[in-house]
């Protein structure tokens, strides 16, 4: 049976709805507060979303996509460019590869797998950033967001899959 258009265009666009999520949290997590240095400590939604994704759906968020979420992170957010799509690459990459290990597991073990993963990106983001400005940054910061993005992690992935039950199927 052929697929007529307003089913093609159905198909695309649960297809294309993991990625225009993921861009929608990278510009929350980037919108301007009035809370004073809260940019440097604002949680990391697009590793959120990439390791959702990379758990759940990989098919639905290939690597160019997760290179083009990091990019739009680096342009809209300032930094060094290709920060954000390098670490993303990355740990996507890694992702994959242990990707049947955390399929079908509790929760707990996908929130732990995601500390482990956080923990690894976060590092990356701090090492690089200390090259690319010649200086050992701080930490702290790198910490703090560390921290607020895992606790903010069941969140949103909650809502991601509630998402994913209802739109994506």
């Given amino acids: 049976m052929k697929q007529s258009a307003w089913q093609r265009l159905d198909i695309l666009a649960r297809n294309i709805t993991p990625f225009i999520l993921s861009l929608l949290l990278v510009?929350?997590?980037?919108?301007?507060?009035?809370?004073?240095?809260?940019?440097?400590?604002?949680?990391?939604?697009a590793l959120v979303a990439v390791y959702h994704w990379g758990v759940y759906r990989p098919d639905l968020m290939p690597s160019l996509a997760v290179f083009v979420l990091g990019l739009f992170q680096d342009l809209i957010g300032g930094g060094p460019?290709?920060?954000?799509?390098?670490?993303?690459?990355?740990?996507?990459?890694?992702?994959?590869?242990?990707?049947?290990?955390?399929?079908g597991k509790s929760f707990m073990v996908i929130w732990m797998g995601f500390a482990i993963v956080?923990?690894?990106?976060?590092?990356?983001y701090w090492v690089i950033a200390s090259v690319y400005y010649l200086k050992l940054l701080q930490p702290y910061s790198f910490v703090f967001q560390y921290l607020f993005t895992l606790t903010i992690f069941p969140v949103v992935s909650w809502l991601l899959v509630r998402w994913q039950r209802a739109v994506i199927r």
């Fill in 27 to 45: 510009m929350i997590s980037i919108i301007p507060t009035h809370l004073p240095g809260y940019t440097q400590i604002s949680p990391l939604l």
């Fill in 81 to 103: 460019m290709g920060l954000h799509a390098f670490v993303l690459l990355v740990m996507y990459g890694m992702l994959i590869t242990q990707r049947r290990f955390f399929y």
């Fill in 118 to 124: 956080a923990t690894g990106s976060i590092v990356a």
